[in-house]
């Protein structure tokens, strides 16, 4: 059996701005505040295999592990899951977007199973998972509010 955790946050920015920022793995580290670095290993049309490497947890050990994520940017949806699981049995990641009243809705899915010799179980890293990401949601709205600011701050000329 599998847990499952699911989280929104609405985005007031342009959904092409927002599908654009959320989708620049290799400047995760600029718009999360859990990453040190996102090092692209493969690219290729809408696929992207990339590492992702941690800032040290408590305890000064890095965490990194290797993604792959696809990008359909008609259905406004992205697949990702662990290559390198880790602890993981395994972990698959379903973004979505949706133009709703006062921006985009944007929601993370996460479907996964921790290994029996994994250091925390289903419900631990449930629990972890739906703190964390609240977190970063909130930063990622705001990081990407700003920006959107800034673009309707600048001349209409200079607008890419």
Sequence with gaps: ????????????????????????????????????????????????????????????KVWSWVSERVTDRATRTVRARRVETGPFAHMHIEWTYAEVPGGVLMEWKQDFTMKPEAPVDDAWMTDNINRNTVVQMDLIRRRVEARAAERLARPKETRP
């Design 1 to 60: 059996m599998s847990a499952h955790t699911s989280n929104s946050v609405v985005i007031a920015a342009p959904l092409d701005l927002v599908w654009d920022v959320t989708n620049d793995v290799a400047h995760w580290p600029d718009l999360f505040s859990e990453y040190a670095a996102a090092d692209i290993l493969e690219q290729e049309g809408d696929r992207v295999l990339f590492r992702l490497t941690m800032h040290p947890d408590e305890d000064g």
